[in-house]
């Protein structure tokens, strides 16, 4: 199904829309966003709302570009310490350079208030397109990429709804396949490390999948038995601590990780505490990375597409700045990969 190109909107705020609405001189507009050393910081304040809620992009590039390209492609993700996110942005990188297009890339911390800032700041630099990973994002982010005509493309998930372009996986399906090799294998008692799912809808949705897989089999997911943190070995090791301190009859017997670097550090929090894998604890995660793999015993996990992903998404854009065809929304399959870090309860 072909996607008719993005347009852009006319009547676009100028200067002196900012300045009437700010209740100040475009002199004064152009000073705060130029050379705000020299505005007061109330005065300051009152411009950057008024650019805010008009949208305006101030650098006469992204007007003299509306007809131009640059050849450039922005890719605006969460973290640049998450490896996998460097692997997708590794292939989009090869798939555009093979096209003639060159990458540009930022990071907001799962911030998307920052995330809305950087794409702004991109755009005045004559960005044509974007790549995002995830589903959430501030609606404020599509309206000004629609007003300036720059293509994007959602990633590591798909939007069912097909509101937005989008290029993934299922994360909750996947969560839910990996919790029913842990049911079928007899547990019942089962955890669930995590990152925070604020602003993060790939956490969510696995913790989401873990959670159905549970009520399948009639069963729940208590919040003693569900743990949080920071996508580090670190902060993975304490979490899976806080599980293993429960009481042994409250404790799970097997924990499905998000990612696996929460498993790894599962695994590490279980070795300091003299608790067997797999043999008195079951361990997954999900992306079946090089790190899981050549743990001992190898890692239970998930093999994602984030290779074919940013491959898939550097195709749909340059199709998209190209006016040739393309598929807007791609659901690409997973698959569980078993090894030697979950068995059934001791």
Request: charged share 20%.
């Amino acid at each position: 199904m072909e996607e008719k190109p993005q347009t852009t909107k006319v009547g676009r705020a100028n200067a002196s829309d900012v300045a009437r609405l700010a209740g100040v001189s475009s002199a004064t507009v152009s000073r705060a966003l130029n050379q705000p050393a020299q505005v007061d910081p109330e005065t300051r304040a009152r411009v950057q709302e008024a650019v805010t809620k008009l949208r305006y992009l101030p650098h006469g590039a992204a007007r003299s570009l509306r007809s131009q390209r640059t050849r450039m492609i922005g890719a605006v993700v969460p973290s640049f310490d998450y490896a996998l996110y460097a692997r997708t942005t590794s292939a989009l990188q090869r798939r555009l350079d093979a096209c003639g297009y060159s990458l540009v890339l930022a990071e907001h911390h799962y911030d998307l208030v920052a995330e809305l800032r950087i794409t702004g700041q991109l755009v005045q630099h004559g960005v044509d397109a974007f790549m995002f990973v995830g589903l959430d994002h501030d609606p404020a982010l599509f309206s000004m990429l629609e007003d300036y005509g720059r293509p994007y493309v959602l990633t590591w998930g798909v939007d069912h709804a097909r509101h937005h372009p989008s290029i993934g996986f299922d994360n909750r399906r996947a969560t839910t396949e990996v919790t029913r090799h842990l049911l079928a294998l007899g547990h019942r008692r089962i955890g669930l490390l995590s990152a925070p799912v604020q602003g993060n809808d790939r956490a969510r949705e696995r913790g989401a999948g873990v959670r159905d897989a549970l009520a399948e089999a009639g069963l729940d997911l208590p919040e003693e038995r569900t743990a949080y943190g920071a996508i580090a070995l670190d902060s993975a090791r304490s979490a899976m601590g806080r599980l293993l301190a429960l009481p042994p009859d409250r404790r799970p017997t097997a924990v499905v990780a998000t990612n696996d670097v929460f498993a790894v550090g599962a695994m590490m929090a279980c070795r300091a505490a003299g608790v067997v894998v797999p043999d008195q604890m079951s361990i997954t995660g999900v992306d079946n990375t090089d790190l899981g793999a050549t743990q001992t015993p190898g890692l239970t996990s998930v093999r994602t597409p984030v290779v074919e992903i940013g491959t898939a998404a550097a195709e749909q854009l340059v199709a998209r700045l190209e006016g040739r065809d393309h598929v807007p929304h791609q659901l690409l399959p997973f698959e569980l990969v078993q090894r030697g870090s979950t068995a059934a309860p001791g």
